[in-house]
């Protein structure tokens, strides 16, 4: 549910009311609405772009030939009929349209570069009057894929030239894994040459004004935000348990504590000085809400691996994924510390 991100979507219509030059990395903690977000932003340009919305959530993605079958939608008709199809309609989703004969053409001969392919099927659109606009929603998912070499770089090659070089379309890359926007950030080759932007959850006043708008009692709204904060899933999610609400976030928290407690425990008993490192780590979080972090060592690892705590490498701070992991944070070591 797209609610009061106007700011944010303004800041989007803004970079793509110019011609292309940086990678945009759209981040953020987990469920903050980043593809919300996105989806609102497709509709709005929906007159003057076509989009390709390239979505790697929860796809398995294990060769070349999978990510060409999430890159490319097959579709009936030539070339000349698709590209009419996308002028007239100027959206596309789940894949960019080609037909049968074209993705057999590049799944079959390893000579033929798809990037090629794509630049100039992205630049035969522009000339005819529809600018192109490219969003990879969970790019991390190929970022240990192999193909002659690691794939993730021969992408962002191909987005730098997409991007900076030819100005031909707008790249948008969306991840909610910090531990990959770090990695990213700290490579040379994108260097000047990305931008970034960061979907946060709500603040206090727009998530009780967002539940108040659904008929929540303002007492109804401050207790949702005791528990989840400004989350837009569990902001959402609410409007489903108005009857129990009181024992649905206590019992959500309770499961998150519950998560976070056995996982705790397993560690002790099978990686004791992992265990001993990240104890110390979560404590700062009893009396503090973010704290500053200059290294990603074993223990903010599995915290950010694990959805526990977020990290933002643009301001070296790590804190909870949301208010509903800082109070699990706090409970659990009450039990296990």
Not at 64 to 87: C, N, Q
Not at 302 to 307: A, C, I, L
């Amino acid at each position: 549910m797209f609610f009061d991100r106007e700011r944010e979507l303004g800041k989007l219509l803004r970079m793509v009311s110019y011609d292309p030059n940086m990678i945009t990395f759209v981040y953020g903690p987990i469920n903050s609405g980043k593809t919300v977000l996105m989806s609102e932003l497709t509709k709005r340009i929906a007159k003057d772009f076509t989009v390709f919305y390239i979505n790697l959530r929860g796809r398995f993605v294990n060769s070349y030939e999978d990510f060409m079958k999430v890159l490319f939608s097959v579709r009936e008709g030539s070339p000349k009929e698709l590209l009419a199809e996308l002028l007239k309609s100027g959206l596309a989703y789940g894949g960019i349209p080609v037909p049968e004969g074209v993705f057999k053409k590049i799944l079959e001969n390893k000579d033929e570069d798809p990037f090629v392919f794509l630049e100039n099927y992205l630049r035969e659109l522009k000339e005819k009057g529809r600018k192109p606009i490219l969003i990879i929603d969970e790019l991390q998912v190929v970022s240990d894929l192999k193909i002659d070499g690691l794939l993730i770089y021969k992408l962002f090659n191909f987005f730098v030239r997409l991007t900076k070089e030819t100005r031909l379309s707008h790249v948008f890359v969306v991840t909610s894994d910090s531990l990959f926007i770090e990695k990213v950030y700290n490579e040379a080759m994108l260097q000047g040459r990305v931008d970034y932007f960061l979907v946060d959850d709500f603040d206090k006043e727009t998530s009780l004004k967002f539940l108040v708008s659904q008929g929540f009692t303002n007492d109804e709204a401050e207790l949702v935000w005791s528990y989840f904060g400004g989350k837009p899933v569990y902001l959402v999610e609410a409007l489903k348990h108005r009857e129990e609400l009181k024992e649905w976030c206590e019992g959500t928290l309770e499961d998150r504590t519950s998560w976070l407690v056995l996982s705790l425990n397993s560690m002790k008993r099978k990686n004791p000085e992992l265990f001993r490192d990240i104890l110390p780590l979560l404590n700062e979080f009893n009396d503090k809400e973010a704290i500053k972090c200059n290294e990603i060592d074993d223990a903010v690892f599995w915290t950010v691996k694990n959805n526990v705590l977020f990290f933002d490498p643009r301001k070296r701070f790590l804190r909870p994924q949301g208010r509903l992991e800082l109070l699990a944070i706090r409970r659990a070591l009450d039990e296990v510390g």
